[in-house]
């Protein structure tokens, strides 16, 4: 199916190969400018456009507390992306799940406490999030994993911690108590905003350590990290780039017209600074 793939590359993953066309687009959002430029192109071999976003800024500038998500999702989505693939490092909360895996999350628990994780403010707003990855999304994204070298884990469930700490010891037996697969620092609130965005949406997580819950591995440290993510990076821009040949139907996705009776305020009372702001996603607000 056609579409425009929108990729937001996490720590890591600061650019794309194979790309025919391209251009740097600079957007400005009425949310504040993104992380950096949106670069945008056609994947050699697909034909699909592609844009990519380093979430952290190129140079890896910005923490996950300071990342605009709300402006990441915003531009992408004024752009004419139709599908959202986001790739995030994580940790493993599972035995099973080694460094250097790769898992396709479909779930999440979200324990940030800094971050706006929404695009309504100055009006009620409501969209259904039981099931937040885009199971066709999804699907493909794995398909795509599993022709690489790596071990691919299908489904579990991504908590997202607020950092840019990592974890104490006794928070990382409480997460594993909970039956999560792995733990990150970026999943959320942009998996939140793609679904109000009305974006076929999926995550692949690079397994970079065992967090430091593990009792005969070492806690996480940076070095560790960044020489797992070295080796993952690789991994990441290709599944991408597979997975954009492969692209399933957006109208199909649960994310499609989610916003159709989502505004529960009265039309006649939304400001119209809130309704100008929101022209980008709802314009028969105005």
């Not at 687009?25 to 009425?30: D, G, L, M, S």
């Not at 942009?190 to 995550?203: D, G, P």
């Not at 690789?234 to 994310?255: C, H």
Request: hydrophobic share 45%.
């Amino acid at each position: 199916m056609s579409g425009v793939l929108a990729v937001i590359g996490g720590s890591g993953i600061y650019g794309l190969e194979d790309l025919e066309g391209v251009e740097e687009v600079r957007v400005e959002t009425p949310f504040g400018a993104p992380s950096d430029a949106v670069v945008r192109g056609r994947v050699k071999g697909s034909g699909t456009t592609m844009l990519f976003l380093p979430r952290h800024g190129r140079g890896h500038r910005l923490s996950p507390s300071e990342v605009n998500y709300r402006a990441n999702v915003c531009a992408l989505k004024m752009l004419g992306a139709t599908h959202l693939v986001s790739v995030s490092a994580v940790g493993s909360m599972r035995e099973e799940i080694a460094p250097g895996d790769l898992v396709v999350v479909d779930q999440f628990i979200d324990l940030t406490k800094r971050r706006v994780s929404t695009f309504f403010e100055g009006l009620a707003a409501h969209v259904p999030f039981a099931d937040p990855v885009c199971p066709l999304l999804a699907d493909a994204l794995a398909r795509a994993a599993e022709t690489t070298s790596a071990k691919v884990h299908r489904g579990g469930t991504y908590v997202c911690m607020e950092g840019p700490q990592f974890s104490t010891r006794a928070e990382s037996r409480v997460y594993r108590s909970w039956g999560v697969s792995v733990i990150g620092m970026t999943g959320m609130p942009e998996a939140k905003l793609a679904r109000e965005a009305e974006l076929s949406y999926a995550l692949l997580a690079l397994s970079t350590d065992y967090d430091c819950w593990h009792e005969t591995e070492e806690a996480v440290t940076v070095d560790a990290v960044v020489a797992v993510l070295q080796r993952n990076a690789g991994l990441g821009r290709e599944v991408v780039r597979k997975v954009a040949g492969d692209l399933p139907d957006a109208a199909k996705s649960p994310a499609c017209g989610v916003l159709k009776n989502a505004v529960m305020t009265r039309r006649d009372l939304i400001p119209p600074e809130v309704k100008a702001r929101l022209a980008w996603l709802l314009p028969d607000l105005a």
